[in-house]
């Protein structure tokens, strides 16, 4: 009987059946992939038709930037390279060829966060070496195989958000035990100089010690002599 709630607002009856909370529920769904932030990807060709075919392989799932020379890369480079995740880079273009924008990216360190595919007809090995002493992550040959052109872009891009993270957790944890030892080694430094009366220079002196990765090795067995000393207890055998 509790199964149907009904109620009277503004004239109206409405049902609460359990539906209406399921087309919020759906709703949410909707809302949640409408909200989904694409990544974005930089295509630098001075082709418009070369440009206009792969925003028509990637604009479903990427936000696309075009740039039709390297110029205008490196001015889209220079204001959104905190958004942009990867830069499909063509090498014969006016004004600025894609091996003058690479060096760019090296001498400004974008190539460390940012990578690059090189799209291209030429097949010279030279030209290819080159790209990738520049840095390049991958080369696709035009024509372009969309198949191709999409799986390379999303593993590209799921490479280096991996590395970012893996690279986020190491910093992590590298801050951690800097903070443990840290407090490891305060904690020591007291326990010293309680037991030996002497003033904060020894303090000092045991702190530029510790910064030694052979003394930051050593600490656990310092500590708990120190332990033992101070309260004249025996370790167990």
């Known amino acids: 009987l509790l199964h149907a709630y009904r109620h009277i607002f503004d004239g109206e009856i409405k049902c609460f059946d359990g539906t209406a909370g399921q ?39 990427y936000e696309v930037i075009e740039a039709e020379d390297g110029v205008q890369a490196l001015a889209v480079l220079e204001g959104k390279n905190s958004i942009i995740s990867l ?41 290819i070496d080159k790209a990738y002493e520049l840095g390049v992550t ?41 903070k443990s030892n840290s407090m490891m080694i305060s904690i020591l430094s007291h326990i010293v100089e309680f037991r030996n009366g002497e003033s904060g220079l020894h303090t000092l002196h045991i702190r530029i010690i510790t910064e030694s990765r052979e003394f930051a090795q050593l600490l656990p067995k310092l500590f708990k002599k120190a332990f033992y000393m101070d309260f004249d207890v025996q370790p167990a055998s």
Request: charged content about 30%.
């Open 87 to 127: 830069v499909l880079l063509d090498i014969v273009m006016p004004e600025m060829d894609g091996f003058e924008v690479l060096t760019q990216m090296n001498q400004r360190g974008w190539i460390e966060s940012i990578p690059v595919i090189m799209i291209s007809s030429e097949n010279a090995y030279d030209v």
């Open 23 to 61: 087309k919020r529920q759906k709703e949410g769904h909707r809302m949640q992939k409408t909200d989904i932030v694409k990544e974005t990807v930089l295509v630098v060709d001075d082709s418009a038709m070369n440009r206009e075919f792969l925003l028509d392989i990637l604009e479903d799932k």
């Open 138 to 178: 991958d080369f696709i040959n035009r024509p372009f195989d969309p198949n191709v052109v999409l799986h390379r872009v999303a593993n590209t891009i799921m490479l280096y958000v991996k590395q970012r993270n893996l690279s986020d957790m190491v910093a992590e944890e590298i801050s951690k035990r800097e």
